[in-house]
């Protein structure tokens, strides 16, 4: 049997997948022969694959994976102990005994994969006899953006790691990562001392994700949108990031009284607390969790269809790796971003006060730009991680609603003369304000209801204005002085439109503008293992039956629903509609050991199904 005969058997034996995706194998094989990677891969790419088939593959040997998260970890080694993968875990979270036994089952080759944070590969490795050390055939740094300065989640415990290839420098060093550019890689390689590491980049692309922005909505209006989005998703897992602790808890109070259970997760919450959250949700318990950045990265849940960010994200990387949480099972997935003008200030407070004040800066330009983008999102987002995308994805906002161009001078006119008559000492907040004819008490203190542009907008409502107002902002009609309490000063450029000698258009916005609809019950499914669109029709009925059965099954066996089975595997149950044990394994995502668990409870469920039909007929 060849290296790759081989690798395969334990892909369908114990994964149940007949090949390898993309350049999974590559990867693999590079390892096998003893070199260093940087691995970008997407989030659901199958990145875990590329470490965990060559720590099964050496012989004697077994694979460190070094991991920030500890739920993360055991999320894993529950689902790779139900595939029948020997796989275990050295962290704080475990007795001192318990990790003692670890270490044992180690001398003995009984783990071929053990996860360990960090720190405690640091302090551990030194007590290990060379009995154990000499077996290390792979080390694998998960979330390895998090070893860079440059990265969006910095974790100054990562820096250490450097000293491995120092001790072990026959032992290739695999660095992973789902979201990287180019000076975060470059880091990498430098932190890890791994310079000669060949740099393996799979598409950025996740078209099973619809891409879609809202601009201008704000308060109540973007609550009303929220609600009516989930409730086109019901019974579906998603995720709510917001920008502060405090909107967390608003976001699910509010929900809750709406009718829609939420519960709110951030790094204030009590330990006890967030660990329960985290499980309800991974156990389908919670559908909806309304959360900060803090919460995502162990999250290692398939069946997520949705994420919505209530306020933009402070940069793409952040925005595609919260994003990529949803459909990571291959299925149709939304993501869903509301933007405002209130974002920006907010964000670019936060940037001018972090340590790397220009970076951080520029990286929020591009998100902006890509929240107001009038072309493909997907081409904008794919180009910002350097993958050329030369055509519209069709499932995006913009895509699928293209903008209604108009022409714009007189609303711009309108709100470069209030900029203009308020000597270009307000806001974007107060040009709203003015335009609208509100009498605010600032805009009555300072007399700006006596001006000649007051109420000329009231036609307009207060979202409409806030988007043209980006618009506007994005074309450099007017710039803001964020060290002038963020007044507005017009450009150049928008003085020769407020005076006539030049125009500009808008596109026109569009109420509860997002391009979101209420999925369609499946018709057809893909089945994986011949790459192609299924002539069979997917039973949606049988579909639900195997999703009750697989959630009884997960709570009986104290572990989440997906690590029974994906979505897709139950799709492709309630397509191709197994009977016996042999057509059960073959269906996608089927192992031998989950074969030998399941095939009963599933194919007597499927077999049920059959007969009910028929009675009916």
């Known amino acids: 049997m060849t290296r790759e005969e081989y690798a395969l058997a334990l892909l369908r034996s114990c994964y149940g997948y007949d090949s390898f995706r993309g350049q999974q194998w590559d990867i693999i094989n590079h390892t096998l022969d003893g070199g260093d990677s940087i691995v970008l891969m997407p989030t659901g790419g199958g990145k875990s694959l590329c470490y965990q088939i060559p720590g099964l593959m050496s012989e004697e040997g077994f694979a460190i994976v070094i991991s920030p998260l500890l739920a993360l970890m055991n999320d894993q080694i529950d689902a790779l102990q139900q595939n029948g993968v020997p796989a275990l875990a050295l962290n704080s979270e475990k007795t001192e005994n318990e990790n003692r036994q670890t270490v044992d089952l180690l001398m003995q080759g009984k783990v071929k994969l053990l996860y360990i944070s960090p720190e405690k590969l640091l302090s551990e490795i030194d007590r290990w006899s060379t009995s154990i050390t000499d077996r290390i055939c792979l080390f694998a740094v998960d979330e390895a953006h998090c070893i860079s300065q440059w990265g969006h989640d910095f974790r100054p415990e990562y820096t250490q790691l450097g000293a491995l290839k120092q001790r072990f420098p026959q032992v290739p060093i695999m660095a992973l990562t789902a979201t990287a550019d180019r000076i975060t890689r470059d880091d990498i390689a430098k932190q890890l001392d791994i310079p000669e590491a060949r740099l393996f980049i799979s598409s950025f ?296 000698r030049q125009t500009i258009e808008l596109n026109r916005y569009q109420r509860g503008s997002f391009n979101v609809k209420k999925r369609q019950p499946v018709t057809e499914a893909v089945i994986p293992e011949i790459g192609a669109t299924a002539t069979k029709e997917m039973d949606n009925a049988l579909f639900e039956k195997l999703r009750d059965l697989r959630k009884a099954l997960a709570t009986a066996s104290h572990i989440a629903p997906y690590m029974v089975f994906s979505d897709k595997s139950l799709q492709a149950m309630a397509t191709e509609k197994p009977t016996t044990q042999a057509e059960f394994s073959i269906i996608y995502g089927v192992g031998t050991m989950k074969c030998q668990k399941y095939w009963r409870p599933f194919t007597a469920a499927i077999l049920d199904h059959i007969k009910l039909q028929k009675r009916k007929q």
């Open 205 to 500: 692309d996740r078209p099973n994700i619809s891409l879609n922005v809202v601009q201008g909505s704000t308060g109540k209006q973007k609550f009303r949108q929220i609600v009516q989005f989930i409730n086109l998703h019901r019974n579906e897992s998603g995720i709510i990031y917001c920008l502060r602790r405090r909107d967390t808890e608003k976001m699910a109070d509010q929900l809750t009284e709406a009718g829609i259970p939420a519960k709110p997760f951030h790094a204030g919450m009590s330990v006890r607390d967030k660990q329960q959250i985290q499980r309800d949700f991974i156990n389908d318990d919670l559908k909806v969790v309304c959360a900060t950045i803090a919460f995502g990265m162990g999250i290692d849940k398939s069946n997520v269809r949705y994420v919505i960010h209530s306020n933009m994200p402070r940069n793409l990387e952040g925005y595609y790796q919260e994003i990529g949480r949803a459909g990571r099972d291959g299925l149709p997935a939304e993501a869903l971003m509301f933007y405002t003008y209130g974002d920006v200030v907010t964000l670019q407070q936060f940037a001018q006060q972090s340590g790397q004040a220009y970076v951080n800066m520029e990286k929020l330009r591009r998100m902006q730009q890509f929240a107001e983008s009038g072309v493909c999102r997907r081409r904008i987002l794919l180009s910002y991680f350097n993958e050329r995308f030369d055509h519209d994805c069709h499932n995006c906002d913009i895509c699928n609603n293209p903008p209604d161009r108009f022409d714009g001078t007189r609303y711009a006119q309108m709100a470069l003369s209030a900029i203009k008559r308020t000597d270009e000492q307000i806001s974007m907040f107060t040009v709203t304000e003015i335009l609208r004819g509100w009498r605010k008490a600032e805009v009555i203190e300072k007399g700006y209801d006596r001006i000649k542009t007051f109420g000329v907008g009231h036609d307009l409502t207060v979202p409409e204005w806030n988007a043209y107002l980006l618009q506007m902002l994005q074309m450099g009609l007017f710039d803001i002085a964020y060290n002038e309490s963020n007044h507005l000063k017009i450009t150049e450029y928008g003085n020769e439109v407020l005076y006539g």
